[in-house]
């Protein structure tokens, strides 16, 4: 267990739904990063939130959204599904730190199959 | 977009072979970072090293940077099949480790 809690693990839907995916950062990490894995783009940054504020923005579709909440979880809302949404959704949290930084810690994923 | 691009894209050993996997990159970095991911499941942070740093070493793996040529390589020595994975680089161009971009990864497999 790496500390990072994803739910669903696999979400399937139709074509034109919209869900949403949800995680828990581990405990102290205030950064919580959205990231879209797939086969044909590979990991692709979605979007940053550190202590409920966006802090950075990747190549996340308009129909994508996402906040963080006091408590720090996250959750991305993905809307008017297509095929092409199907992929592993990766959350991840680090350290905010002034000293060495120790990476990112992942979540276990959530599946979504958009069919 | 990636930012780092591995190579080779798969590679396949025999279990106690020592396992090279490189990545190139493109921008000036502050760290690079390595991720380990079995097959569907969350990545693991590896090793990271630091654009001072040239070399590093964490058990059973060692990773060198060369920024002049912005490259980096992990080698795992004494494979084990417990080692069959995907690696991937993942740079961070920014002070600190916000938004890591991911190169392409290595497919690993360990023949027992």
């Known amino acids: 267990d790496s500390g990072v809690t994803q739910t669903p693990k696999h979400l399937i839907t139709a074509t034109g739904q919209r869900v949403t995916l949800r995680c828990s950062p581990r405990s102290g990490d205030l950064s919580v990063y959205w990231y879209q894995q797939s086969l044909d783009q590979g990991l692709q940054f979605l979007i940053q939130y550190y202590n409920g504020e966006e802090r950075a923005k990747g190549n996340i579709l308009e129909r994508f959204s996402a906040q963080q909440f006091p408590d720090l979880h996250s959750e991305l809302n993905l809307s008017s599904l297509e095929l092409g949404d199907s992929a592993l959704y990766f959350c991840?949290?680090?350290?905010?730190?002034?000293?060495?930084?120790?990476?990112?810690?992942f979540g276990s994923g959530t599946r979504l199959t958009v069919v | 977009s990636q930012q780092g691009e591995e190579d080779p894209q798969a590679l396949s050993i025999q279990e106690g072979e020592n396992a090279t996997m490189n990545c190139s990159y493109k921008?000036?970095?502050?760290?690079l970072q390595w991720y380990r991911q079995n097959s569907g499941r969350g990545l693991v942070h590896l090793i990271l090293?630091?654009?001072?740093?040239r070399e590093k070493h964490s058990g059973r793996l060692r990773v060198t940077l060369d920024t002049s040529k912005k490259s980096s390589s992990l080698l795992i020595t004494a494979s084990r099949a417990a080692d069959t994975a995907s690696y991937f680089c993942?740079?961070?161009?920014?002070?600190?480790?916000?938004?890591?971009?991911f190169g392409t990864g290595t497919r690993l497999t360990i023949i027992p």
């Open positions: 991840a949290s680090s350290v905010e730190a002034t000293g060495p930084w120790l990476g990112y810690t």
């Open positions: 090293i630091r654009s001072n740093e």
């Open positions: 921008t000036s970095i502050n760290n």
């Open positions: 993942a740079t961070s161009p920014n002070f600190g480790n916000e938004k890591l971009t």
